[in-house]
Each structure stands twice: as structure tokens, then as C-alpha cells.
């Protein structure tokens, strides 16, 4: 069973628009009215499919990277899911130890199930390749996942989604690695910053510069305390960059596609293929109908 964050609706989306723009043509009841419909299902289906196929290009043809060698970017990383340590993540409904969670109760009503409340966990975790490991963070991510569980009790019904320690996860996303040697930083606005702070507390500013105990800093007694603060912040820059190197999979900032999930990069490939042939059909089904009706005339 796949279970979708809310960025992966795209697929049910493009159909769900498709039959309600068809319910709506038969409300007419006019040959117009479903020509219109026709041509509004054509443009979604060939919008769907194009989506689709990116995806599957994506996926496809983004080669597996190690994360200690990985490049800045785009790129594709396989690994073992690990939490961080610390208080575990809890699953809503089960309240299992996770990586990720995703759950649903829904409450039967007239012979139907109706939605009472869903949600799901945006808490990181570990993704580790042997190499190096990576932090995952899952905000924005489309999660793909087999690992579901459901349970009625009474009226109700839960649905539990889970990404577990130790699964294999596949990650598609924007990779960058912060901290370490190539650390960015600024001391002259680090020394801004500190002497900022400092002057939140004048007593103390002038017990540690004052000299001449005249309760204000001079021009040359000031300069004492700009030295001291910069020699501070390049201590604390020293010891930041000899840091190991912190390695993150996150959301592309360009709209490409970040994908999270537990199964194999050839099943997610077949999945979106499927989606694309089913959008094809569509389009061409719309279009066939759109020639009857204009035959009609």
C-alpha cells in the first residue's frame, strides 16, 4: 500500500479534476457543454502525463551517489533509516517507535467513512550508506511506503503509515553538506553581533574594560573590547570548522521532484509509467469522444 504526504496527490488530483469536469458537462446536458469537457480533459490528462514522465526521468536517470562523495544538489541516495538519539519519534495511533508516521481516523457515518482527523510527523532522521551519514528532512517530501497498518474499533477506523528504523529508504532530493572546513562565515558580523550582546550588559562590559574606572569606555578602551571579541569569535570559528561535515537531503528549491521512500527505484519507476499510461488513455479517449460530438453537428 502507498502511502502519499500531501505533495503526492498529483497523480489522484489530475483524475479527480477529470470527473468532476465530467460531472459537471452532464449537468448541462449540451453537446457544447461536453465538447468543452472534452477539451478540459485532454489539457489535464497531457498535463498529468508530462508531470508523470518527469517524475519517471527523475528517477530514472539520477545515478545512486555515496553521501561522502556525494555531489552539491540534486542527486539520488540508498540507505539504512536511523533515528537521532534522544526521546524517540512515536507513531499518533500506535504510539510505536518510527522514523516517520502517518496516520488516519475516519468514522463510519449513513454506511460511509468519514474523515475525523490525519496528520503526520515532520521530525528528521538518519539515512546511513556505509559512507557517511545524511540527515532526511521529510518536510515537502512526496513518502512512499508498504509499511501500513489498520484497525476498527466501534465506529472507527485507524490507519497508520510508518517508515521504521532499520528500513531501507531511497531518497530524491536537494543534498548539501554544511559545517566542517567549508563552513561560511562572517567575523566581522560575528564581532558585531558579540559586542551587541555585550552591551546588553554595561556593568559587566565596563568591569571587564573600563581600565580607568570612569564607568564609560574610551575610544582606546573600546578598541580593547573589539580586539577580545574578535579574538572570541575566531576561537569559536576555529573550533566550528574543525566540526565533522553535517550532510542534508531536503526540498529543491527549484520545484523538481523530492521523493522519500521504501521501496526500490525500479518500483517507483513502474508506478509513475502506469500513472502516465493511464493519463494517455485518457487523453486520447477525450479526444475520440470530442470527434463523436463534433461529428454530431
Not at 488530483?13 to 465530467?22: E, H, K, N, P, T
Not at 465538447?35 to 508531470?51: D, E, F, G, K, N
Not at 512526496?142 to 521504521?164: A, F, M, N
Not at 556593568?203 to 573590547?225: H, P, S, T, V, Y
Amino acid at each position: 500500500m502507498w502511502a502519499r504526504l500531501r505533495h503526492a496527490y498529483w497523480q489522484l488530483g489530475g483524475s479527480a479534476a477529470q470527473l468532476f469536469v465530467i460531472i459537471i458537462a452532464a449537468q448541462f446536458e449540451s453537446a457544447t457543454g461536453w465538447r468543452i469537457a472534452m477539451v478540459l480533459v485532454a489539457l489535464l490528462s497531457l498535463l498529468s502525463w508530462v508531470l508523470a514522465m518527469r517524475h519517471v526521468r527523475a528517477v530514472a536517470d539520477t545515478p545512486t551517489s555515496k553521501v561522502a562523495s556525494a555531489a552539491q544538489g540534486y542527486v539520488e541516495l540508498i540507505g539504512i533509516g536511523r533515528p537521532f538519539d534522544g526521546p524517540p519519534v512515536l507513531a499518533k495511533l500506535s504510539m510505536s517507535p518510527c522514523l516517520w508516521f502517518r496516520y488516519l481516523v475516519e468514522r463510519r457515518s449513513d454506511n460511509k467513512w468519514k474523515t475525523e482527523a490525519k496528520g503526520e510527523s515532520d521530525a528528521s532522521f538518519l539515512l546511513d550508506d556505509g559512507s557517511a551519514i545524511c540527515v532526511v528532512d521529510p518536510e515537502g517530501a512526496q513518502i512512499l511506503t508498504r509499511k501500513r497498518h489498520s484497525w476498527t474499533e466501534g465506529s472507527y477506523r485507524y490507519t497508520e503509515w510508518r517508515i521504521d528504523e532499520g528500513d531501507e529508504v531511497y531518497t530524491l532530493g536537494h543534498f548539501v553538506t554544511q559545517g566542517g572546513a567549508d563552513l561560511s562565515l562572517d567575523v566581522n558580523e560575528d564581532v558585531k553581533l558579540l559586542l551587541a550582546e555585550w552591551k546588553k550588559d554595561p556593568a559587566r562590559l565596563n568591569q571587564r574594560f573600563d581600565l580607568d574606572r570612569n564607568g564609560e569606555l574610551d575610544m582606546r578602551e573600546w578598541e580593547l573590547a573589539r580586539a577580545q571579541a574578535k579574538r572570541e569569535v575566531l576561537a569559536v570559528h576555529r573550533e566550528a570548522r574543525l566540526q565533522s561535515d553535517t550532510h542534508l537531503m531536503r526540498l529543491p528549491p527549484d520545484a523538481r521532484l523530492y521523493l522519500v521512500a521504501t521501496i526500490t527505484p525500479e518500483s517507483i519507476v513502474r508506478r509513475y509509467r502506469l500513472w502516465a499510461s493511464f493519463h494517455v488513455a485518457c487523453f486520447f479517449v477525450a479526444l475520440g469522444a470530442l470527434w463523436y460530438l463534433w461529428d454530431m453537428v
